[in-house]
């Protein structure tokens, strides 16, 4: 959808986010969702520097499934969610100009841990986020980037 300059500058929204990576998405969604639960409305628009959700998202991670948890308790059974191949192993190595060597799993902390994680692209989940978020209702504009806020009365 392209949008003159003059018709972007009217266009009014209760909260404007800049960036429709995991976290803007993540915070679009819960905005609304809040509001839902306060029985309220409000307009929530997501700016998108890139041609479209996910052209700016390194590619492969490793995710812990707590954030989708908090956002969307079912989305495993949600359409389209794209995390579904779960770490099956990991291991650690030490290397040196001798070789490697391996070390030992249960010596790593917590937080290098990866059992229970998934394996997934970035740039997939970006793109199903966005389509969770507008069937909230929120407006996602890619191809447009923020260069400043206008406050108005």
Known sequence: MAYDAEERESMEFDVVIVGAGPAGLAA?????QRAAEAGSEITVV???KGSEVGAHILSGAVLDPSGLDALFPDWRERDGAPV????????????GPSGSLPLPVFAMPPMVKNH???????GNVCRWLAREA???????YPGMAASKPLWRE
């Open 28 to 32: 679009a969604i819960r905005l609304k």
């Open 46 to 48: 997501v700016v998108e």
């Open 84 to 95: 579904d191949t779960p770490v099956a192993s990991e291991s650690f190595k030490l290397f």
């Open 134 to 140: 507008e069937a909230l209702g929120v407006e996602i």
């Open 116 to 122: 229970g994680n998934y394996i997934v692209s970035m």
